[in-house]
């Protein structure tokens, strides 16, 4: 008997815009001038309000967060989606977020210790952004089946890193949303590092892509630094999800320009040669390149722009604060139960008669 | 009136609550063709179809994350894992996600999921079928923790807890399953949480269990009536979280001795926190310590030597005449 070959698959990379800002004509998706406009102030609000909360951070104004620089390509995940569609984020995709409609004051509210903060507005649809790793693949992939269930229209977009896709979660999500053809798209975002541990420490495969193939649907890599190659990538998966014909995974190749967080110092871990390399690919730089050549560039407008945002910026940094200093601490027992249990009730009455006595003692 | 087991109770709870509310889906492994293991879900799959009986891959993290996400979007998931023992794999969809949804919203986003799960031994099962690992879940502050003893309150618990928009533990004792017979009227009204049932009543010590250790306990009361000539007062927690701690202390007031018997390790278990809330609130109507009748603080054994672990009515009876003869 011959061995036969069963299965064969390919992985293809799709990349639109190269590191100069040149489109390829034939993968153009065509964005109107006015969209590319809005999609660029949104990646540089993206960039902006980074810089501002590293240094409200520094300036212990704002608790330790993760950088976004150098990811803002994952812009085009949220230029693709419908309104009806809906978000389950991880923690890094605040350009995708910014486009949906995410306000900065919950970004920064999010990142000054505040729970309500995890509310966006019911029209942006995004979900509370999860810390622990992967395992909010499996609640994109619910939401995706309460849709189907209740035949209601959405498609569930969610996102996690190189390193979330060595959790047993993000296996076992692919596996119902593959089994049950969910609407559901799983865009990994690559950026080579969880941590210190690089993407070679992740798995063996040769792309993260591959790895739907095992679960009986397609998955294909983007250059996630190419705003163009994630939308387009993601308005394929949207209209696969809306045929029925279930879910895909979008390896969205990306760089980590700056550290894990703020309590991070990636130089223990990463030669600075690694990162020379990647800082010329960033987002930012070509999809300025691009706007250019358009002529939908000039130092006049990036000016204003600045200007706009920095106000914008400005504004929100200080509502958060505002609302920040007139925070009770001991409403943090409120909102464990539908109705708090009695011994709750008496927790927090104990807490709140403590806190007095304190009070009474330092006046 | 039906007599029926804690099987059929919980089946009738399911049949009832499903017919009520379409929002209500059910998902785990074996579920729907054969009914689940122990057939909790008989007849379900042909009353409501394949959207809302659903048998998922052998996948708990997959289960209890995709029941969460389910919950989100509208849908009243009750998830079955089909032994307690190996909710761990999926543990931490209930602790850092189903358990803290409503707080990590603040209030806004809740999962209204039933995580049903037989737990416990004493039917001669493999390693981790037998585990009982509740108080696990007192320690995920957002769970509900609920424990039934027997078929009615089985049923009128199910109810609550389907209706609850919280997510609850629904932890059934299956060494009870079909160990007992009682009434339960069809459209029999759900039980609140949080309000433990005295199930007997006395005056000398009270006991306090939960789910299959009430029976060894009434049994035990029954003993300790005609060997010892004393009168224990029997409670049965029914829900852990919210624990009843009101009828406790009353009940520890009024006979100043009491045994707490559960079946789970001893270290940290649910009657270390009993006696500490009588330790805050009824100190002084002691006329004795408090005995605990537990598990060991030894991985469940297999079941050859299961006798030696699980609490019986001579351990009871032992630690009720130790505590009275104080």
Redesign the interface.
């Known amino acids: 008997m011959p061995r036969t070959a069963l299965k064969q698959f390919t992985i293809e990379h799709l990349q639109i815009m190269d590191q100069d800002g040149n489109v390829d004509p034939a993968l153009d998706p065509k964005i109107p001038d006015q969209d590319l406009k809005e999609l660029y102030r949104t990646m540089l609000k993206a960039r902006m309000v980074d810089d501002r909360m590293y240094k409200l951070q520094a300036q212990g104004r704002m608790g330790t967060f993760p950088g976004v620089k150098g990811q803002e390509g994952c812009l085009g995940y949220g230029y693709a989606l419908g309104k009806d569609d809906s978000i389950?984020p991880a923690f890094r995709e605040t350009a995708a977020l910014f486009y949906r409609g995410a306000p900065i004051k919950n970004i920064l509210q999010y990142f000054m210790g505040m729970?309500?903060a995890?509310?966006f507005p019911p029209e942006v649809k995004i979900?509370?952004i999860?810390i622990?790793i992967g395992?909010q693949?499996?609640?994109?992939?619910?939401?995706?089946?309460?849709?189907q269930?209740?035949n209601?229209p959405g498609v569930v977009l969610t996102f996690f890193g190189d390193g979330g896709s060595s959790e047993?979660?993000f296996h076992?999500?692919c596996?119902?949303a593959g089994?049950?053809k969910l609407p559901v798209i799983f865009v990994c975002i690559n950026n080579g590092w969880a941590i210190s541990v690089p993407r070679t420490t992740q798995c063996a495969s040769e792309t993260l892509a591959q790895k739907a193939v095992g679960y009986g649907f397609p998955g294909i890599q983007v250059d996630g630094n190419d705003f163009m190659a994630t939308y387009v990538a993601c308005k394929e998966a949207l209209d696969r999800a809306r045929k029925g014909e279930g879910p895909t995974l979008i390896e969205s190749v990306t760089y980590r320009l700056g550290a894990h967080t703020t309590a991070d110092d990636p130089k223990r871990y990463r030669s600075e040669k690694e990162v020379e390399v990647w800082k010329p690919r960033d987002p930012m730089i070509r999809f300025k390149a691009y706007m250019e050549k358009k002529k939908l560039w000039s130092e006049a407008w990036q000016t204003k722009l600045e200007q706009e945002i920095a106000v914008e910026i400005e504004e929100a940094v200080r509502e958060a604060e505002a609302e920040f200093q007139a925070i009770n601490p001991y409403e943090?027992f409120?909102?464990?139960?539908?109705e708090m249990?009695?011994?709750l009730v008496a927790q927090k009455e104990h807490a709140l008669e403590f806190a007095e006595e304190v009070a009474a003692l330092h006046h | 009136m039906p007599v029926i087991n804690m099987v059929k109770a919980l089946n009738q709870a399911l049949h009832e609550e499903m017919e009520r509310d379409d929002k209500v889906?059910i998902l785990g492994e074996d579920v729907a063709q054969v009914g689940g293991v122990f057939r909790v879900t008989e007849g379900l799959l042909d009353r409501f179809g394949n959207?809302?009986v659903?048998d998922?891959?052998v996948?708990e993290?997959?289960i209890?994350?995709?029941?969460?996400?389910?919950?989100?979007?509208?849908?009243k998931?009750i998830a079955e894992i089909q032994f307690s023992g190996f909710m761990h794999?999926g543990f931490?969809?209930l602790n850092?996600?189903a358990a803290r949804?409503?707080?990590?919203?603040?209030?806004?986003?809740?999962v209204p999921m039933v995580m049903r799960a037989p737990i416990g031994g004493g039917i001669r099962a493999l390693e981790h079928h037998n585990d009982s690992e509740e108080a696990l879940y007192v320690q995920s502050?957002?769970l509900?923790v609920v424990f039934p003893s027997g078929p009615r309150n089985a049923h009128g618990l199910l109810l609550s807890a389907i209706r609850?928009?919280?997510p609850v533990m629904y932890l059934e004792p299956k060494r009870v399953y079909r160990a007992i017979r009682e009434e339960v009227p069809e459209g029999a009204e759900a039980i609140p949480f949080?309000q433990a049932q005295l199930v007997h009543e006395g005056k000398d010590i009270t006991l306090i269990s939960y789910g299959a250790m009430l029976q060894e306990s009434l049994e035990a009361a029954d003993k300790a009536a005609s060997e010892l000539k004393v009168s224990v007062e029997v409670i049965d927690l029914l829900s852990i979280?919210?624990?009843d701690?009101?009828t406790i202390i009353n009940s520890v007031k009024k006979t100043g001795r009491c045994v707490i018997v559960h079946e789970a390790p001893q270290s940290c278990g649910v009657g270390s926190e009993i006696i500490s809330r009588i330790n805050d609130h009824a100190l002084l109507h002691l006329e004795a310590p408090i005995a605990r009748v537990c598990g060991y603080d030894i991985p469940y054994p297999f079941f050859a030597r299961e006798s030696g672990y699980l609490p019986s009515v001579p351990r009871i009876l032992a630690a009720i005449r130790k505590t009275v003869e104080f």
């Open positions: 389950v729970e309500e995890n509310v979900l509370p999860p622990a395992s693949t499996l609640h994109g992939a619910g939401l995706a089946w309460a849709n269930i209740q209601k047993g979660d076992e999500a596996n119902m089994i049950f943090m409120d909102h464990v139960y539908s249990t009695p011994d | 889906v959207k809302r659903i998922t891959p996948s993290a997959g209890l994350g995709c029941a969460l996400g389910m919950a989100l979007g509208g849908l998931p794999n931490h969809q850092c996600h949804y409503r707080t990590r919203s603040w209030g806004h986003y809740h502050p957002g509900k609850d928009p919280d949080g979280v919210p624990m701690t009101e």
